[in-house]
């Protein structure tokens, strides 16, 4: 099993900056896509963005352009640089591991998550 964990959580004032990772165990990370998913009090999980195997991206409508994902497959890392964030961002991220054997299943592997707190 593939575990991740994530970190590069914290305090952050509304319109700053923030870098959050996720790493992976095992040597596989280069086979997996992986995503961000983020989930405030109250409310449900929801997807953020993904970075296909071959580096394609997708972000979700919200992100508009203040997010970036990307990878670093030597690291066997994962990363999130979050920009102009607002109070509403504030929430749990997560990262997720998609193994592409597993067709049937987007996800496959989840971390514990990082906390995100964004005051305004």
């Known amino acids: 099993q593939v575990q991740l964990v994530e970190s590069g959580g914290g305090l952050v004032q509304a319109g700053g900056s923030l870098k959050i990772s996720c790493v992976a165990s095992?040597?596989?990370?280069?086979?997996?896509?992986m995503g961000w998913f983020r989930q405030a009090p109250g409310k449900e999980r929801e997807f953020v963005a993904r970075i296909s195997v071959g580096g394609r991206t997708r972000y979700a409508d919200f992100v508009k352009g203040r997010f970036t994902i990307s990878r670093d497959n030597a690291k066997n890392t994962v990363f999130l640089q979050m920009n102009s964030l607002k109070p509403e961002d504030t929430a749990v991220y997560c990262c997720a591991a998609d193994d592409i054997m597993t067709v049937d299943v987007p996800y496959d592997y989840w971390g514990q998550g990082t906390q995100l707190t964004v005051s305004s």
């Open positions: 095992g040597r596989t990370f280069s086979s997996y896509a």
